[in-house]
């Protein structure tokens, strides 16, 4: 007996997934990701998203678990889960807020405050590196662009029937 021959619906054979703009802007992002990483594992022992959430606490942008998960677009527990990572390495410690006992506060330790003060050199390096070839008016223009697409984003989370 032989297998069937699968059959694959038109719709699939005509869609050119790979041109797709999604598809190129989450390329684009895992390349941007692997990239860095490669850096900062190599030089510090932590992975990218780790050097972004100390460069998010140490801008002051980020110091609160809530906080990163807004920016990143994660749960709670997987904001702990991170946290939980770079606190055990000595990064990053939880501060009681003295303002209000129920929030904690994330501040970093000496060692990863000098960890995030490397991170905007890496992160531009790379950045640089992915650009290379667009003019600083291209570079302007896609920047606007994905400006546009993240504000499109949020707008239609906000609209969903999960947030209604």
Not at 16 to 36: C, P, Q, T, W
Not at 71 to 81: C, N, W
Not at 82 to 89: A, F, K, P
Request: hydrophobic letters at 40%; proline letters at 4%; aromatic letters at 4%.
């Amino acid at each position: 007996m032989t297998d069937p021959t699968p059959t694959t619906p038109l719709e699939v054979v005509e869609c050119d997934f790979g041109e797709s703009a999604g598809h190129l802007i989450a390329r684009v992002k895992s390349s941007l990701s692997n990239l860095i990483n490669q850096r900062t594992v190599n030089e510090f022992g932590v992975t990218s998203q780790q050097a972004s959430v100390l460069l998010m606490v140490a801008s002051g942008k980020c110091v609160l678990a809530a906080e990163l998960a807004r920016e990143y677009g994660i749960d709670a527990s997987a904001v702990t889960r991170l946290v939980d990572r770079l606190e055990q390495r000595g990064l990053l410690e939880r501060v009681r807020s003295s303002e209000d006992r129920r929030a904690v506060r994330l501040a970093l330790t000496p060692e990863g405050q000098a960890i995030a003060a490397c991170m905007p050199t890496i992160f531009t390096t790379v950045s640089d590196k992915l650009m290379n070839g667009l003019s600083s008016e291209e570079t302007g223009f896609l920047k606007n662009m994905l400006r546009r697409v993240l504000a499109n984003g949020c707008e239609a989370s906000q609209n969903s029937p999960a947030n209604s």
